[in-house]
């Protein structure tokens, strides 16, 4: 069965400090992996995704196929990266049904 | 201002009645879904729709219902037969493969139901 999974419901780091969203996935394919943020009182928004191969914000995922990994990492976290965090997986044939992890709140605090 | 605008954003309704959630985009998008939001077990899709009167059930569609007679607009109607209706609903939208699809999709602010 097609999966995501988001092991922390919550992350607190301080400012300046690494962070590492993690997110695994179990889909019997070549998986298109997304990254969408929800910052307080705006609307979910797609933060980057595998196929780019970007940085947006600082932020980097790399798809590890062996680990069935997809984590989001920024090496210095700032008070404004805040947000709730989804990782999604795209189901076949390209479309927007996409399978969302639980969400990982991450808090950076002063 | 493009986007997707979602009504209302709060609406409360006694057990055993049906509501209506409006969905409209002004994108030029082919493809809209419902998604539900609850929680610690993210986003769930209810319902989507690839293109005009149109439209597949997702994941947990048992006690919705939805429309796609044109291309911005989606309603989704929570009906009496929905066990846990109060929730969080997004509506979104994208392009579709035909139009170079990038996986991006475009979220409302959504709404929020609470059943008394």
């Known amino acids: 069965a097609q999966r995501v999974t988001q092991p922390e419901k919550l992350l607190s780091v301080f400012k300046g400090a690494p962070v590492e969203l993690k997110c695994n996935y179990s889909y019997s394919g070549s998986p298109e992996l997304f990254w969408y943020v929800q910052y307080s009182r705006q609307r979910l928004q797609l933060l980057l995704r595998?196929?780019s191969r970007e940085s947006i914000k600082g932020f980097t995922a790399d798809l590890n196929k062996g680990e069935t990994s997809f984590h989001l990492k920024k090496p210095f976290a700032q008070e404004e990266d805040s947000a709730m965090y989804y990782c999604?997986?795209?189901?076949?044939?390209?479309?927007?049904?996409?399978?969302f992890g639980q969400g990982t709140t991450l808090q950076v605090k002063p | 201002d493009g986007g997707i605008t979602q009504s209302p954003k709060y609406l409360f309704r006694k057990e055993g009645q049906n509501v209506t959630l409006s969905c409209e985009q002004n994108l030029n998008h082919d493809a809209m879904y419902w998604y539900r939001q609850d929680p610690g077990q993210g986003l769930r899709l209810i319902y989507y729709s690839q293109i005009v009167n149109d439209f597949q059930k997702g994941d947990i569609a048992e006690g919705y219902s939805v429309s796609r007679e044109k291309k911005e607009s989606f309603p989704l109607t929570v009906t009496s037969a929905q066990k846990n209706p109060t929730a969080f609903y997004l509506c979104?939208?994208?392009?579709?493969?035909?139009?170079?699809?990038?996986?991006?999709?475009?979220f409302g602010e959504g709404s929020r139901l609470t059943v008394l």
């Open positions: 979104a939208s994208s392009i579709t493969a035909g139009q170079t699809y990038t996986g991006e999709l475009f």
């Open positions: 595998h196929i």
């Open positions: 999604a997986l795209s189901r076949p044939s390209n479309t927007g049904k996409l399978i």
